[in-house]
Nanobody, 121 residues
């Protein structure tokens, strides 16, 4: 399966911004919907943003209005621009190929290492 590589995480203060990147092999990127997930300590992994092949987007309520997902098909990369960060956004962030089934998005690929985002109060 294709290897997804996340980058761009770091330590920021409350209210700060970060831009995450996820590179995927070109053989699969253009044909798939993509999503950003996050997993905080002691919590389940959750989908925070999705972008379809055609560029339509969906967001979890907790990040709506603060995060923006986008994709650059020429660079085989999906981005997550995160603004107005809060301590509760602290988590490891992962990207994955996703598909839509039974009214929900489902991750389809192998998980990468993720990138740590830490927001200090």
């Amino acid at each position: 399966q294709a290897q997804l590589v996340e980058s761009g995480g770091g330590l920021v203060q409350t209210g700060g911004s970060l831009r995450l990147s996820c590179a995927a092999p070109g053989s699969i990127f253009s044909f798939n919907h993509m999503g950003w997930y996050r997993q905080a300590p002691g919590k389940q992994r959750e989908l925070v943003a999705a972008v379809t092949r055609g560029g339509s987007t969906n967001y979890a309520d907790s990040v709506k209005g603060r995060f923006t997902i986008s994709r650059d098909n020429a660079k085989n990369t999906v981005y997550l621009q995160m603004n107005s960060l809060k301590p509760e956004d602290t988590a490891v962030y992962y990207c994955n190929i996703i598909s839509y089934s039974i009214s929900r998005w489902i991750p389809e690929g192998n998980w990468g290492q993720g990138t740590q985002v830490t927001v200090s109060s």
